[in-house]
């Protein structure tokens, strides 16, 4: 059977043609259908125009592959996720994939299971040649850090500390964050304050409480209760909750919680289960300001993490440090803001 001649059939595959065939057809140069498909590239409207009907017209599909391996670039930003259903991580995941892909980026997501450790993504990261990395909810050990430094794979760790040496930084100050919640409770009249920890090895946790105890002290108070939900969850801030409520010692009148997940388990225990009058008898406060946080069957007073500087910030350390790999690094502290809704007093 003859071979059937290139362009002559709609099956014929846009492998078959390359970038010199869209040239000739369109009369422009090489570089100029490369331009065409550089996001930025310098082309004039009309040169555009001809390559993008030569393109069309011979269903060519450029071999981004191939197109990597001679420009020494994917053009894809992974992006390491351990909590992937948690709201805040989720809306992250969308906002980061958003401001990316405007910026020419595409986004390759790596969700670490809940007993799995970063060490087994992260190798599988760098096989893929990713420009860069945001690494979310997972701390990069030093061993890791080192890898990335030696294949030229600039990290920005997002919401968490890096103290490897290799690795830039943009995270929310929850030092601060704490100290705002301590200063609310004590000045609404509060005296029996509690807390519920999420995950107890994470830094924003750590960071949380820390602020939050010391504010405390410094202002006469001590804390009164602590109880740890043992991660970001609301499931377990419920029986965080209810283990802390029907403790046997007098209750509290206030309870700070590491993330809004937690507090809204907590929430829901202290109304549905133990009729408890929130704020009058109790006031809870949580951390993140997920859009849950403000629905009317929470109305949850809470610490705001500010996500779009927090993303875009974010973004534009990790595209420094691809353009200027010899950089040092970075590390940029966002301010939170406290947000005052239904769940807690105010002072009077």
Not at 233 to 245: F, P, V
Not at 257 to 285: H, Q, T, V, W, Y
Not at 323 to 332: A, G, L, Q, R, Y
Request: net charge neutral.
């Amino acid at each position: 059977m003859p071979a059937k001649k290139r362009g002559t059939t709609s099956s014929s595959k846009s492998a078959d043609f390359s970038q010199v065939d869209v040239a000739r057809l369109a009369g422009v140069s090489q570089a100029a259908v490369s331009r065409a498909f550089t996001p930025g590239g310098s082309l004039s409207d009309d040169t555009r125009a001809k390559v993008m009907a030569a393109v069309k017209q011979l269903g060519y599909r450029p071999n981004v592959i191939a197109r990597s391996l001679v420009q020494n670039s994917t053009n894809i930003i992974g992006l390491v996720v351990k909590r992937f259903t948690n709201p805040f991580y989720a809306q992250m995941i969308q906002e980061f994939t958003r401001v990316l892909q405007e910026q020419g980026y595409w986004t390759l997501v790596f969700n670490i299971a809940e007993k799995q450790e970063i060490e087994e993504a992260l190798p599988m990261a760098l096989q893929y040649r990713v420009d860069g990395l945001i690494i979310t909810s997972a701390t990069l050990s030093s061993k890791l850090a080192d890898e990335c430094a030696r294949s030229g794979t600039p990290v920005v760790s997002f919401n968490r500390y890096a103290t490897d040496g290799h690795s830039h930084m943009v995270y929310c100050d929850n030092f601060e964050g704490g100290r705002m919640v301590a200063d609310a409770l004590i000045d609404a009249g509060h005296t029996r304050i509690a807390y519920i920890a999420g995950e107890e090895s994470s830094s924003t946790n750590r960071d949380r409480e820390t602020g939050f105890v010391r504010r405390l002290e410094e202002r006469g108070h001590a804390l009164a209760l602590r109880e740890s939900a043992g991660e970001y969850d609301y499931e377990m801030g419920y029986a965080a909750a209810e283990r802390l409520l029907l403790s046997g010692t007098p209750r509290p009148d206030a309870i700070f919680c590491a993330n809004d997940l937690i507090a809204m388990g907590a929430l829901d225990l202290a109304r549905c289960k133990l009729g408890i009058k929130i704020p009058a008898e109790l006031s809870i406060i949580g951390f993140d300001d997920i859009p849950a946080a403000g629905w009317p069957s929470y109305e949850l007073t809470t610490v705001r993490q500010p996500f779009g500087i927090l993303v875009d910030t974010t973004i534009q350390v990790l595209m420094d440090a691809i353009h200027d790999p010899e950089s040092e690094v970075i590390k940029k502290v966002v301010t939170p803001t406290l947000i005052w809704r239904g769940s807690s007093r105010r002072k009077e």
